[in-house]
């Protein structure tokens, strides 16, 4: 659930958009240096056993996704702390073939996990695999299945950006039993490791934000003049020996790979001693019998991370006893945006102020605009920020997040949680009418 972000119509959504894996290319409307394709040319097929001439990318465009939350302090205060998550997006022609290769790359990597005994622990960017939602619920029932055990989370720290290039380039190679990457498989790794891009924050500077690209997000003699023709440019070069940009429909794929091997050495690891092992995307759970030391636990995964470049995030940590399939210990576990004790499932309640503060931010911004338009308090329209924000419409947004977990986890209490979404969303928008219009 990144960042419950809500776009507009034309802009790029990493909730959705990343990290595709289907046989004919989706239609993407977002803007970019080139047009949408055309549903004839999005079903387009390519031969990947055969390498022509080598496709030649766009620069992605960048922005970042930013997340609020409130953490606490070594002094158990709660603070407000901002994370950050760079997006980079392909263009339309871009994204489709880099679709495509995924998809193409994806029989070798799903052969590899069923050769490995791994397919039932690596949940993320996987068709058919189910969401968050399925996957903390898989966790909780073997809690109950188990009923003793102890259970830990960790999370991994800047996982797409701390992939090694050259170990991201052995497991491929690895995965497709070959010595070295040629054709599209050394154009596709060339082109995600040594990615360039644009901020669209750049481009605002440079050519303003009411642009008129016809369809794309400027117009293609802009793109010449301003974006690759300018002596110090708007493009930019990862140059670094690591990292993958986040928001291609490979990304996930090429994440997934790079820890093919340590997944399979968890799995044994965890499974000789009486436990298991998932992993969706750089969420790690490990359950084994009660009694287990999580600080060993802990200790052996960062020792294993640390062999592929990679690092915990040691405040993210979590674990709990369970007996009986009961909370043994002082704090619930937490697991993919959930909580369990045992008895009762639960959205975070950082997840649930996050969802408010966005509504509250989203009101704000709708009411500022009407004010700089003149329309009166009383006659700005509703429908919008309802659709966005409650259960009202058939957008996407974080209401129906919340009541399908309920139905999947058949968890009531989450439906309480939320239950009040109408009453907040009433007092939000009141407040914001006051204090933009200024009435006492």
Not at 143 to 167: A, E, N, W, Y
Not at 219 to 230: C, I
Request: hydrophobic residues 35%; positive net charge.
């Amino acid at each position: 659930m990144p960042g419950l972000y809500l776009p507009t119509a034309d802009e790029f959504d990493p909730s959705t958009d990343d990290f595709i894996l289907e046989a004919v290319s989706k239609e993407r409307q977002y803007k970019h240096f080139d047009l949408p394709l055309s549903d004839e040319n999005r079903e387009i097929t390519i031969d990947f056993s055969e390498q022509t001439e080598p496709h030649r990318f766009l620069p992605l465009l960048g922005f970042t996704d930013t997340v609020r939350k409130f953490v606490r302090n070594s002094q158990g205060i709660r603070v407000p702390k901002e994370k950050e998550r760079p997006i980079r997006f392909a263009g339309h022609a871009d994204a489709a073939y880099l679709q495509a290769y995924a998809e193409h790359l994806n029989r070798f990597y799903e052969q590899a996990l069923t050769r490995d005994g791994t397919t039932g622990s690596v949940l993320a960017y996987r068709k058919g695999g189910g969401t968050n939602i399925h996957h903390a619920k898989s966790l909780f029932d073997e809690i109950k299945r188990r009923g003793d055990c102890t259970v830990i989370t960790m999370d991994i720290s800047g996982f797409f950006d701390c992939l090694d290039h050259m170990q991201l380039r052995d497991e491929i190679a690895g995965l497709l039993d070959v010595e070295r990457l040629d054709g599209h498989h050394a154009t596709v790794w060339k082109n995600v490791t040594r990615y360039s891009w644009v901020e669209t924050d750049d481009l605002d500077k440079v050519l303003g934000k009411k642009r008129r690209g016809h369809g794309r997000i400027c117009s293609p003699k802009d793109f010449v003049q301003h974006v690759r023709g300018r002596k110090d440019g708007l493009v930019r070069v990862h140059d670094h020996p690591f990292g993958i940009p986040q928001g291609t429909p490979v990304s996930g794929l090429y994440a997934n790979i790079y820890l093919r091997s340590f997944d399979r050495e968890m799995i044994a690891m965890w499974n000789r001693q009486g436990g298991s092992y998932r992993r969706y995307s750089d969420d790690i759970a490990v359950v084994l019998p009660l009694g287990a030391k999580a600080h060993h636990v802990v200790a052996v995964v960062e020792k294993m991370l640390a062999d592929f470049g990679l690092a915990m995030s040691v405040e993210k940590m979590e674990h709990a006893d369970f007996a009986g399939g009961l909370l043994a210990s002082p704090k619930p576990i937490q697991y993919l945006g959930f909580i369990f004790d045992g008895r009762t499932i639960l959205i975070r309640p950082s997840s649930i102020g996050a969802y408010c503060r966005k509504m509250r931010r989203g009101i704000h911004a709708k009411i500022v605009a009407a004010k700089m338009k003149k329309v009166p308090s009383s006659k700005i329209y509703k429908r919008e920020a309802l659709r966005r924000y409650t259960h009202v419409g058939k957008g996407r947004n974080f209401l129906k997040y919340a009541y399908k977990a309920a139905d999947v986890m058949s968890s009531e209490e989450i439906r309480q949680q939320v239950k009040p979404h109408m009453t907040w969303f009433k007092r939000c928008w009141r407040k914001e009418i006051a204090a933009v219009y200024r009435l006492g």
